[in-house]
């Protein structure tokens, strides 16, 4: 099983949107509308910020959003805020045998 | 308050044995899946294995299986991390994380443990 395949850095400035793409295969992100997205700052434990590719758990702003089309699913952060710097990671299920498979991880910067 | 407190920080030889804990309280430990995640310095996510303490039922990435033994003991709500002989490789912060029985997302992480590995 292959790491979802993420840009290595994304970049914008306060107020701007940017998205995220998360790219895997007919396997994994095709196959499902089960692909999450977590944010990690440096030293923390990640934390879920988007699941079942669009929805918000309870507490998560909502400048936040996800969408999938085929293989590629998405992040976009809109009103990006200097708190939102960190890396972010998706993760789609890939079956009862192999469930899981992460992205390899985009790091945003706010200038 | 929902939490998984995990065990603290360990440093061991090459060839040791170690097994690392992953507390659940607040919650009914037996209806949630348990994951394990690897991250190694300065690197990614890398999803290791999930367990579910209800029959201990669980699956290994191709990655990491016959590596590492995932275990729970429902009774202390508590799960487990293993390695019957350490590599340096191991060095890494590992975290374990929830998921609904019924979805596909960890929706708590615990705070991690830190592995050094070093002869």
């Known amino acids: 099983q292959s790491a979802l395949t993420q840009p290595a850095s994304v970049s914008g400035s306060p107020g701007q949107s940017i998205t995220i793409s998360c790219t895997g295969t007919?396997?994994?992100?095709?196959?499902?509308?089960?692909v999450s997205w977590y944010q990690q700052h440096p030293g923390k434990a990640p934390k879920l910020m988007i699941y079942?590719?669009?929805k918000r758990p309870s507490g998560v702003s909502n400048r936040f959003s996800g969408s999938k089309s085929g293989n590629t699913a998405s992040l976009t952060i809109s009103g990006l805020q200097a708190e939102d710097e960190a890396d972010y990671y998706c993760?789609?299920?890939?079956?009862?045998?192999?469930?899981?498979?992460f992205g390899t991880g985009t790091k945003v910067t706010v200038l | 308050e929902v939490q998984l407190v995990q065990s603290g920080a360990e440093v061991k030889k090459p060839g040791e044995s170690l097994k690392i804990s992953c507390k659940g309280s607040?919650?009914?430990?037996?209806?949630?899946?348990i994951g394990w995640v690897r991250q190694m310095p300065g690197k990614g996510l890398e999803w290791m294995g999930i367990?579910?303490?209800?029959?201990?039922?669980?699956r290994y990435s191709p990655s990491f299986q016959g590596q590492v033994t995932i275990s729970a003991d429902k009774s202390i709500s508590t799960a487990y991390l293993q390695w019957s002989s350490l590599k340096a490789s191991d060095t890494a912060m590992y975290y374990c994380?929830?998921?609904?029985?019924?979805?596909?997302?960890?929706?708590?992480w615990g705070q991690g443990t830190m592995v050094t590995v070093s002869s």
């Open positions: 994380a929830r998921r609904p029985a019924g979805g596909f997302s960890f929706d708590i």
């Open positions: 607040g919650y009914s430990f037996t209806s949630y899946w």
């Open positions: 993760c789609s299920y890939a079956g009862s045998s192999t469930p899981y498979v």
């Open positions: 007919s396997s994994d992100v095709g196959s499902y509308n089960l």
């Open positions: 079942e590719v669009s």
């Open positions: 367990i579910y303490p209800g029959d201990s039922d669980t």
